[in-house]
């Protein structure tokens, strides 16, 4: 499975971006698949899941009220919509997915989200 991101950007406080993730390959050993970030100095933190088919997501509590996720099946494409960006939102976003099945989990290459004060 190889993962894509792209959407990310330099945007001002209380501004949106939409971030997005192409999955290729075996797509249909995907079960739940998530956004994870990582700013300077922090650990790589879960920002959002969902399952595979989209019924059920989580949120981190920093995001909630502000981020959405998504995906459609259809493209192999999963969605992270965030509205009012703090400053605090600063950070690489990674694209993850999990088969669970095989034991594998899979990475993007990441895209930089920076919110300007």
């Known amino acids: 499975v190889q993962l894509v991101e792209s959407g990310g950007g330099l945007v001002q406080a209380g501004g949106s971006l939409r971030l997005s993730c192409a999955a290729s390959?075996?797509?249909?050993?995907?079960?739940?698949m998530g956004w994870y970030r990582q700013a300077p100095g922090k650990q790589r933190e879960l920002v959002a899941g969902i399952t595979s088919g989209g019924g059920s997501t989580n949120y981190a509590d920093s995001v909630k009220g502000r981020f959405t996720i998504s995906r459609d099946n259809s493209n192999n494409t999963m969605y992270l919509q965030m509205n009012s960006l703090k400053p605090e939102d600063t950070a690489v976003y990674y694209c993850h997915a999990a088969a669970y099945g095989l034991g594998y989990r899979y990475w993007g290459q990441g895209t930089q989200v920076t919110v300007s004060s």
């Open positions: 390959g075996s797509t249909f050993s995907i079960n739940a």
